[in-house]
């Protein structure tokens, strides 16, 4: 492989530590006051779309905000008219271009403009309304602009099924749970907010509304567990049209009962876009006024600059934010670079804020965890219902350092790592394997149901999360006896790909989930020199770009050929780096030394630049977990490489902690060799 020549010895530590110092510098200028790190989470276009739809249908049509959000959903539209999921991705999006249009015609723009044209021109290219998903037909009925009785129907009663039962609504992902609740009550009483004259989309009905056909796409084989969902769905459309449920008034108040409840501190709920916007419109519909104090705190949030932020005139509200893990993370790259003495007074305000935000709330997973006390870390500001393990894998590796520390201790850090170890141990699923959110997340039937075609409706263990719990407990001085340990070992290497690789759940992706599995191996006491870790390691160096870096695109969670392929980025750089570190092989001292050439010569002003998405919210799968990629998998989820159900991630800050993290494992590696030599 033709790669760029590599720096060798001391002139490669000088680089290194000249480039992690650097790095710092900019780390301890961007820190909040407060202590903790966060990045922009960039998205696509649907959170800016809906957000113009929601002001809408709430009749905030002076909100300060309308107009950069137009300005935000113009700037993504691509060169075709569409908008895509993520950053060079080869096609976009039926649903984010839809609702694109649809905002755009709201904020009042011409359905005869240059940029409504070219987007109705790839609508229609790409089969029309008839494509696009249940939750745009959502937003289209919030408009008027599609009939509730045509989208899928989620009956407040679902709130009284126990939990035993398959479709309580404790058996859907976190994320769906809290989305489901207002859509609950949205679908009950059926309101619509139309555009108004001159705005509506009548332009994307070119037959009439009359005749177009509103159905769901219907499936080819002649009986699936979908066709029977879709037909009870008409069953209660039936029903609920000549009001024959009966207690639905009650069913209604305790779903509005829950979704107080579950309000975050800082005014969002669930801690993502969807359960807070859709909540907002629940309550209003119910009657809650603006200046109600959960209304008011719920909209409070849209001008919460941790929630919202300014580029030129484009206003962009993000669909979650990563306080904890971007500062666990970059706490964890001081370790690894041994900084924490050097910028010691950042790393305290830092931990002592970490500490500060243990989460000592009995949060949804209680329903299904018993016998253990609250603790461990979300992954926002102030999500008290949702703790989540991979957050508290990564506090735990970054306190336990710090745990025979007197002011510290002072603190109590070694009730709030067991609290943690505690909870983490207890969420472990019966496969061995730990999920993010909830323990045993994984009914499959539930993916069934229409309102199930967004992303991931479950939450079952993964390669990522398990691996970075197993780094924990190695850390902490746990080893491969420990029944837990032995058990989630046993399901990394279940997991395992023929290829040596591990697929990523929540980062993209084979290059993810690889960079995740092996420093887990090595921290529990695993041989480094087994086969199956050194086909890891020889995939790694198998999929190294000739720049010396390593990229992976989302498209990859659609075609397997794609694994580990792309464009060469910052952060999947330093995965590729981290996982040939943690196998350590003195024979790989050229590519890591390669890699590490890619990295230090990309560093702009102490950090990286880095347009591609390398996170990953929903793959777009519906299991939650890894598929076989075979032949009608694309015609069975209704997209390609495109990721129409995904959702992918640009974490601001990926770019730049884990190139310290490589680097500083790097030098240490180097070093070692150095001395055997």
Request: aromatic share 12%.
């Amino acid at each position: 492989m033709n790669v760029e020549t590599p720096l060798t010895g001391p002139a490669m530590d000088d680089i290194l530590r000249g480039a992690i110092r650097d790095g710092f510098a900019w780390s301890v200028s961007t820190q909040h006051p407060d202590g903790y790190w966060v990045g922009k989470l960039q998205t696509n276009a649907c959170m800016e779309a809906e957000w113009v739809l929601a002001l809408h249908f709430l009749g905030l049509h002076d909100h300060p905000h309308r107009e950069g959000l137009k300005t935000s959903i113009l700037r993504g539209q691509r060169e075709d008219g569409s908008w895509c999921i993520y950053h060079g991705a080869p096609a976009g999006d039926i649903n984010a271009t839809v609702e694109s249009y649809a905002a755009l015609r709201c904020m009042g723009m011409a359905a005869d403009d240059p940029a409504m044209a070219k987007a109705r021109e790839w609508i229609f290219a790409r089969g029309g309304l008839r494509n696009v998903r249940v939750f745009t037909r959502y937003w289209l009925a919030l408009i008027g602009e599609w009939p509730w009785d045509k989208t899928p129907n989620i009956p407040p009663e679902v709130i009284r099924f126990p939990l035993w039962f398959p479709f309580s609504i404790y058996n859907f992902a976190s994320w769906a749970r809290a989305t489901l609740m207002p859509i609950a009550v949205l679908s009950a009483r059926r309101p619509a907010r139309p555009l108004g004259k001159g705005r509506t989309l009548d332009e994307l009905f070119p037959g009439g509304r009359a005749a177009f056909d509103y159905s769901l796409p219907k499936k080819i084989r002649p009986f699936t567990w979908e066709q029977f969902f879709m037909g009870t769905d008409a069953i209660l459309h039936g029903a609920q049209t000549r009001k024959l449920i009966p207690g639905r008034e009650a069913a209604i108040a305790r779903v509005l009962e829950w979704i107080i409840r579950h309000q975050d501190a800082d005014g969002a709920w669930g801690g993502i876009q969807p359960p807070w916007i859709y909540s907002l419109l629940a309550l209003h519909i119910e009657g809650y006024p603006m200046g109600h104090p959960v209304m008011a705190k719920g909209l409070a949030a849209l001008h919460d600059p941790r929630w919202c932020y300014e580029t030129d005139g484009a206003v962009n509200i993000q669909a979650s934010v990563s306080p904890v893990w971007d500062t666990v993370l970059t706490l964890l790259a001081m370790e690894d670079c041994e900084a924490l003495d050097e910028h010691a007074p950042a790393a305290d305000k830092a931990i002592g804020w970490l500490l500060d935000n243990e989460v000592r709330y009995y949060g949804d997973w209680s329903q299904k965890v018993k016998g253990v006390a609250p603790g461990g870390w979300a992954f926002e500001y102030a999500n008290q219902f949702y703790p989540d393990v991979d957050d508290t894998a990564v506090a735990l590796i970054v306190l336990a350092k710090h745990r025979r520390d007197p002011k510290w201790q002072a603190r109590g850090i070694d009730a709030v790592i067991g609290r943690a170890v505690n909870w983490m141990l207890a969420m472990q699923c019966r496969g061995g394997g730990w999920a993010a959110f909830d323990r045993d997340n994984d009914a499959a039937i539930l993916t069934r149901i229409p309102f199930s075609d967004f992303g991931e409706a479950l939450d079952p263990p993964s390669v990522d999360v398990t691996a970075h719990v197993l780094e924990a407990l190695g850390v902490l001085g746990y080893d491969r006896h420990h029944p837990a340990v032995e058990r989630g070992v046993a399901f990394l290497r279940k997991e395992q790909e023929k290829d040596g690789s591990w697929w990523g759940r929540w980062g993209v992706n084979y290059v993810y989930g690889t960079s995740a599995a092996l420093p887990a191996l090595k921290a529990v006491g695993e041989d480094m020199r087994a086969d199956y870790v050194t086909r890891a390691a020889d995939w790694v160096i198998a999929h190294q770009n000739a720049d010396g870096g390593w990229g992976e695109t989302c498209g990859s969670y659609m075609d397997r050929s794609l694994a580990g392929k792309g464009d060469s980025t910052a952060s999947q750089t330093a995965w590729a780096l981290m996982s040939l570190l943690a196998v350590g092989r003195p024979g790989d001292r050229a590519v890591v030394e390669t890699g590490l050439g890619y990295l230090t010569a990309r560093q702009n002003e102490g950090t990286w630049d880095e347009a591609e998405y390398t996170g990953t919210g929903f793959p777009g799968y519906g299991l939650g977990r890894h598929i076989d990629l075979g032949q009608g998998v694309e015609e069975s989820l209704g997209q390609s490489i495109e990721l129409s159900r995904g959702f992918m991630i640009n974490y601001n800050l990926y770019r730049h902690y884990f190139p310290l993290m490589a680097m500083g494992r790097a030098r240490k590696y180097l070093a070692r060799l150095g001395n055997e030599s």
